[in-house]
């Protein structure tokens, strides 16, 4: 089974989303929007993508500039505050295998497939 952290507003997760539909993967599609991750699951998700939590954050985002840019930010409150706000986590992520990649740009993940 192969799953999607996936966010239907979001051109890239559409695009991996169809991907995956393409290669004939079985989905299990997560709305983390609407499901956020709980602090194990994004842990490990960040070490099985071998990614710092802050490269996983969206710092683009005027949530991100408004509310915490600048600020001295350690790890575990950054995994916290993408639990919080789950709008800040980069998309797609798609898991398989015990592997995940993320979907910037959408044929990444193809590797792992």
């Given at each position: 089974m192969t799953q999607?952290?996936?966010?239907?507003?979001?051109?890239?997760s559409r695009e991996t989303l169809k991907l995956l539909e393409d290669e004939n993967?079985?989905?299990?599609?997560?709305?983390?929007?609407?499901?956020?991750?709980?602090q194990v699951e994004l842990t490990s998700l960040l070490s099985i993508l071998g990614m710092e939590p802050i490269q996983l954050i969206r710092t683009g985002e005027s949530l991100w500039k408004d509310k915490y840019k600048g600020k001295k930010?350690?790890?575990?409150?950054?995994v916290d505050i993408m639990i919080k706000n789950p709008q800040l986590i980069e998309r797609p992520i798609v898991v398989k295998n015990g592997r995940a990649a993320l979907g910037r740009p959408p044929q990444s993940v193809k590797e792992i497939l």
């Open positions: 999607i952290y996936h966010n239907p507003r979001c051109s890239k993967e079985k989905i299990e599609v997560i709305y983390y929007l609407k499901t956020p991750p709980t930010i350690s790890p575990s409150q950054l």
